[in-house]
């Protein structure tokens, strides 16, 4: 699994109203900063401190065209962050009647 600081930064992504309604939208394909911005009501600053973050995160993916940045969400990225959610949640082994470390102690 990868480092905690790495795996942390998909939960800090998914934290956020602002940035789930910007996944929201980037549901229906790509799009340009100015088109995110405006729903939003978001300063070009503010929407560029959420977008550096989703990217961050691998779930959103970035491209150049001109002065303009396009964002779209990324199918690796989300698979990643289901992955690492499975893996999180669902316990190594079932075990039946306690916790292994308490049965290893001795009685006082």
Do not use: N
């Not at 998909?10 to 340009?32: M, N, T, W, Y």
């Not at 088109?35 to 995160?57: A, F, N, R």
């Not at 289901?82 to 470390?101: D, M, R």
């Amino acid at each position: 699994m990868e480092s905690y600081q790495e795996s942390a930064k998909v939960f800090k992504a998914l934290c956020d109203p602002k940035r789930l309604a910007i996944l929201e939208q980037l549901r229906s394909g790509e799009k340009c900063a100015c088109v995110l911005q405006e729903p939003m009501d978001l300063t070009q600053s503010g929407l560029s401190y959420h977008m550096k973050i989703l990217c961050d995160s691998g779930l959103v993916d970035s491209r150049q065209e001109g002065k303009w940045t396009h964002y779209r969400l990324s199918g690796e990225g989300r698979d990643k962050a289901v992955e690492l959610l499975l893996t999180l949640t669902t316990p190594e082994t079932e075990q039946k009647g306690g916790c292994l470390s308490c049965d290893k102690k001795t009685p006082s």
